[in-house]
């Protein structure tokens, strides 16, 4: 269930864009704050406004304080009635959710718009957030933290490993293989780290078969699994395609806290995964 809840939200974050209109202002300082994703409830706490918030989704359960935060739904299936009766004086809300938006507009609620597309989007939404609630100090503690830990990973390596991310569907039976593309959060964190993604289309992410694999031929395979327990034997899903350079060297890692497939503030741990993977097949 955990692994299918990351899987759904994995493929709705990347799911295809189109263009963002100018969100409504919100009014005053927001006392009462919803959050409509996990990847915006772990903002609001990071920037301290952890008891400004009285409702979130389902899923958001980081930290351990937003489990006892009221439920508002969740995955375009939130509840409206909930959400009302919570009196927010402000939702905060990704800005594809245009159904949602349209309905608290009718309704009246205030309500602010984040992107996670990328690691600009997310530092971006923390400033937003961080000057809408009259946190803009911590938002900017919290940005030099950030941006001082990637320059930190910053990598010029002229022979740099050549990546399979993985992540969802059924890997183990290596039919369905799903695997980010070259339009993601997760390619940018793996090019940071020294690596270079072998899947180069222009996609969020794409479903590729064993044959696909086998021509891709990456070094090292890393495959996120949130939610689940570290496999014993990570490769051994794999073993059929012995021929790959991954499986010959036995590079093959799997990844499986609940921070490696949401896109808020903890994207930087998903960055020191990267980078010790790779540092230690270097």
Request: net charge negative; hydrophobic share 40%; with cysteine.
């Amino acid at each position: 269930m955990i692994k299918h809840f990351y899987f759904l939200f994995m493929l709705a974050l990347l799911a295809g864009c189109g263009k963002q209109p100018p969100p409504p202002k919100p009014t005053g300082v927001p006392q009462r704050i919803i959050s409509m994703a996990p990847d915006i409830t772990e903002i609001v706490y990071a920037l301290g406004l952890g008891d400004k918030l009285v409702g979130a989704t389902t899923y958001c359960t980081y930290p351990e304080a937003a489990k006892t935060v009221p439920r508002v739904g969740g995955f375009g299936q939130y509840n409206f009635e909930a959400i009302v009766s919570l009196k927010p004086d402000l939702v905060i809300l990704h800005w594809k959710y245009e159904a949602e938006k349209n309905r608290l507009d009718t309704l009246g609620i205030p309500y602010l718009e984040t992107r996670t597309e990328y690691m600009e989007d997310i530092i971006s939404s923390i400033q937003k957030v961080g000057d809408a609630c009259e946190a803009t100090v911590e938002a900017d503690a919290l940005i030099h933290d950030i941006n001082t830990r990637i320059s930190n990973h910053r990598n010029s390596s002229n022979h740099p490993p050549r990546v399979l991310v993985t992540f969802g569907g059924d890997a183990a039976a290596l039919e369905q293989i799903y695997a980010f593309g070259a339009d993601c959060l997760h390619n940018e964190l793996l090019e940071l780290a020294g690596g270079t993604n072998v899947v180069q289309n222009k996609l969020s992410f794409s479903t590729l078969s064993k044959e696909a694999v086998i021509r891709l031929n990456p070094d090292i395979i890393i495959q996120l699994a949130p939610g689940t327990e570290a496999p014993a034997d990570p490769s051994k899903p794999w073993k059929e395609l012995s021929n790959i350079n991954a499986v010959k060297d036995n590079r093959i890692y799997t990844l499986t806290g609940n921070y490696t497939c949401i896109p808020g503030p903890r994207f930087i741990q998903i960055l020191d995964d990267f980078a010790g993977i790779i540092t230690q097949n270097d």
